[in-house]
């Protein structure tokens, strides 16, 4: 799974569980899509929680410009009216600060409403039922995680690629699309990621959940109650500190025992500076390219798990699958696929 129920109290309430973030090139401008409530998950997106897209416009992993989505309650005809504003500067950071309202809408439950798409002045955005576009096969990825949890080689010397599955064939998403014209974003290079937040007894918010680049929390375990640490919890800017020792150590193990580098610490610690922080960068203008050489951006139909294991073990482990596992995306807005279920 990529960030599919990666924390506990994701998988207590699946609407605040992000399962992947990406950022392209759209047909207007850069497209932004935050995908959450894995696994065809019930109940739409939480009417209290904060869906909030962070923009890096300094390449300090923190944000400069924050566009939180908000949801009213489901009616009877399971859409929800939405409301998105932006909050720029210091209070970017501040899940507690208001902000520039800019559009309202409604939810698309069935996928293919396009009196759902609302606009302004340089954007758009779609908020509604998706399949899921993320794929990837449950043995295969066992496989790797139990690898770097061990530091041992991967075994896979069971698996046919013929029998391979996706395992989130037939599952759909809560979907957000924000999509922004050139000229209204503020920087050539932008880093991105998405957060949850949820309001706390005390009066203030907390973080449930963030995602940028796929699979991180997963394939290092950095969630861990038993430690007291909430990967989800913490900002991007904190990333190298914090969990830059475990994925040093966890990758120097599993290199060295399957033999594919020459210096496994010197590729570990490179590693460790590509994934940390956890951010996505993203050339305003340009196709997204998500790869072992070169990332920029994340598309829909990247094969992104074989990307991270390669990223990780320095050799390709094949899932089997390719972009066909999760059905077509849409190629014009709001691009993601249509769910694979219909609305009860």
Known sequence: MSHHLDSELARQDPRLDISDAYVFRGTMGTAFVVDVNPVSGPGGFHPEGGYELKIDTDGDAVENITYRFTFGETGSDGRQAWHLSRIDGDAATDPLAGGEPLLD??????????????????????????????????????????????????????????????????????AIVLEIADTVMPAPLIGFWAATVLPTDAGGRRQINRCAQPLVNTLFALEDAERDVDFNATQPREDRERYGDVVVRDTTAVVTAMGTIPDPKA????????????????????????????????????NTPEVMFELVLGTPVSLGLDATAAGPCRPEFPYVPKPTTKPA
């Open 267 to 302: 590729h570990a610690e490179a590693l460790r500076d590509t994934l940390f922080p956890d951010v996505l960068w993203y050339e305003v203008g340009t196709e997204a390219h998500f790869a072992t050489a070169r990332r920029n951006g994340r598309g829909l139909t990247t």
């Open 105 to 174: 809408g409604t939810t698309d439950p069935t996928g293919g409403d396009p009196t759902a798409i609302a606009t302004g002045d340089g954007i758009r955005a779609w908020v509604g039922t998706a399949a899921d576009p993320f794929w990837i096969e449950g043995t295969v990825v066992t496989a790797v995680r139990t690898a770097i949890a061990e530091g041992r080689p991967v075994r896979l010397e069971d698996f046919d690629p013929a029998d391979a599955t996706n395992i989130f064939a037939g599952t759909d998403v809560n």
